[in-house]
């Protein structure tokens, strides 16, 4: 069976600072790899997936995440963080089958 | 043009009563979903249809129906609510569910129950 782990359910970082939200996935198949955004009272926004074409993903707004097999993990970055950023972020596998299994998510912060 | 939305917005409502939501896409998916969001963010699947054909049923108490029209509506009635309902439901929609295609949510329903 699937499952999604996010370390940190809260995040603060300073603006300009590194952006490091981590995700490890379990999974018996190669998985499929998202990353979503959920600003206040809206619903999820896409910034990236994986879906084995390339190990490292470029997503909207700055974002990229790396695809690590050896460590299961995809963990999101972004060099330098801005105050927009402050959002809720989910990480969610799938293996294909209509079924997506997300993270418990983590609150990202950003300190002026 | 909104891509995936959802009516209504908010629904307040007392236990015991029976409530509908709407959702409708217009990208030309052919697989929707619904979704349950609790108070501490959890998000999780509740159905995934397919071409109009149920896929996904997660242990779903049967309170829950949903029903789908056609390829572009996803409706979700709930009889008898409870207040253990509360929360906010998302639609989602994808090209697929068997590729990875990435989901476009809708806007969610805050459904509060008293």
């Known amino acids: 069976a699937q499952s999604v782990t996010q370390l940190g359910s809260h995040v603060s970082v300073s603006e300009g600072a590194l952006v490091l939200l981590r995700c490890n996935y379990s999974?018996?198949?190669?998985?499929?790899l998202f990353w979503y955004v959920q600003y206040p009272n809206q619903g999820l926004q896409l910034l990236l997936k994986?879906?084995?074409?390339?190990?490292l993903v470029k997503g909207i707004n700055g974002f990229e995440a790396e695809f690590k097999k050896s460590e299961t993990s995809f963990h999101l970055t972004k060099p330098s963080a801005h105050m927009s950023d402050a959002a809720e972020y989910f990480c969610?596998?799938?293996?294909?089958?209509?079924?997506?299994?997300f993270g418990t998510g983590t609150r990202l912060k950003v300190l002026a | 043009d909104t891509a995936v939305s959802q009516t209504p917005k908010y629904l307040v409502t007392q236990m015991g009563n029976d409530k509908s939501i709407k959702c409708e896409q217009n990208?030309?998916?052919?697989?929707m979903y619904w979704y349950k969001q609790d108070s501490k963010k959890f998000l999780k699947i509740m159905f995934s249809?397919?071409?109009?054909?149920?896929?996904i049923n997660e242990t779903v108490p049967n309170r829950f129906s949903p029903k789908s029209p056609d390829k572009a509506h996803l409706n979700l009635h709930i009889n008898s609510l409870e207040l253990g309902d509360s929360a906010v439901y998302f639609c989602?929609?994808?090209?697929?569910?068997?590729?990875?295609?990435?989901?476009?949510f809708g806007p969610g329903t805050r459904l509060t129950v008293t």
């Open positions: 989602a929609s994808s090209q697929g569910g068997q590729g990875g295609g990435e989901q476009y």
């Open positions: 999974s018996s198949v190669p998985p499929y």
């Open positions: 994986y879906t084995s074409a390339a190990t």
């Open positions: 969610a596998v799938s293996t294909g089958t209509y079924k997506y299994i």
């Open positions: 990208l030309g998916h052919d697989t």
């Open positions: 249809y397919n071409n109009k054909e149920l896929i």
